[in-house]
């Protein structure tokens, strides 16, 4: 009995278009069993269906949050030391208080039962909002270091003021400083090629490529995860956060036709960098393996101030706690009764966010969103739009920052709690990247923020609903095409 070639083919077919479905099967099952939000889980969805193969392959590669396995065993072993730590703050009452304003204490409360810390007094904080000013201040407190320098930054470019941040580094790693310096494997990868990279690491400076791109790893990290954080700790007692990196914005992507970027640091000291260090620590530990001592929790640079800038720090990503920085900013749009203004140059917020941006101006909330104009993603200025007739519909103001890329991000409620750092309002930075945002419930720097946030609006143009639903109709088609594509953004 012969089989004929023809039937063998059949069965071959056969067999392929079966494996081909129990693939979509258990590809669908493992993406609806990681409890995710709804956008999240259809959009992947859509993906692997329209994309045969090619979808399956992307979900697996940017889908899912993987560490690696040596990560997450270097996560699993700081974490006692950690708890330790934090343990040993309680030590210190005098830094602690609960008396914070009302609009701060439901945020204040959700970090107390996630951390086991109560809001951290006696810190002073500085807004800095120029370029110029940053690296000044940056400089300046680089060349009085004494002991350690510890930073990480997703970019840093050389050219500029930028190269006299290098500078500075290697003048502190000659006269005995220690320098530590982790950088994005992405977001730095044409700075780690560079003779200026080379030339530091000569100098004494320990410089650590973060999270490295490299297509080999896919089977045990998510290549797109990214150590997102802009920090900079300088002898334990100043530190900086923010959405700067270093880079000299007139020499930044200047053929990207986005302008300069603008941007925010802010500089403080007090018992809220011990906090800082802890961080660091934490990351240069998960991505190299080596310890670092600890901070001392009671000395600071200056005095603490009694009740002045009351903060807390929420750093995010894997490894900590899950959806964290999400539910921060959830708690602080439902707590605000009066003003809410947002900064962010990426807007593809997830369902639950949406609706609470809407709803808060719809129960008679002044909100506002302040984004650029113009944008270097062409995906998510297009994704964003998606969003805007909800927003508009609800009664949100919307604003266009011209002429330059507005990256500042920051959150202003009711001119008393502000959230300033690194995190973008889309999905990326609310549950992949390693970010970190500095929650701050003090009029004072409210005033700060909110007075520089009045000279962005000063610089922005108001999109009008009317307008906006006249649009013609094939930007509803590329508005939606991207915003299928939101978890890849």
Known sequence: MTISWISIYDWMSYLILFSYWCLIVATT????????PTTFVVAWMLIIYILPIVGIILYFLLGETRLGQRRVKRAQEMRPVVDNFVKQ????????TNNVSSVAKPLFQLCKNQTGLDGIRGNHIDLI???????????????QATSNIEMVFYIWYKGGRANDVEEALIQAAKRGVTCRLMLDSAGSRQFLKTDENHKMKQAGIEIVESLQVNLLRFMFRRLDLRQHRKIAIIDNHIAYTGSMNIVDPRFFKQDKNVGEWVDIMIRMDGPITALMSTIFASDWELETGKKILLPKVTVFAEPPEAQKHIMQLIPSGPGYTENMIHQALLTAIYSAQEEIIFTTPYLVPSDDLLQAICTAAQRGVNVSIIIPEKNDSVMVKWASRAFFSDLLESGVKLYQFEHNLLHTKSVFIDNQLSLVGTVNLDMRSLWLNFELTAVIDDTEFANKLNNLLKSYLSQSTEISAIKWQKRPYWYHVIERLFYFFAPLL
């Open 89 to 96: 703050l309680h030590d210190y009452p005098f830094i602690f």
């Open 29 to 36: 099952l493992r993406i609806v069993t990681k409890r995710r």
């Open 129 to 143: 909002c120029t370029p110029d000013e940053i690296f000044d201040h940056l400089i300046n407190d680089i060349n």
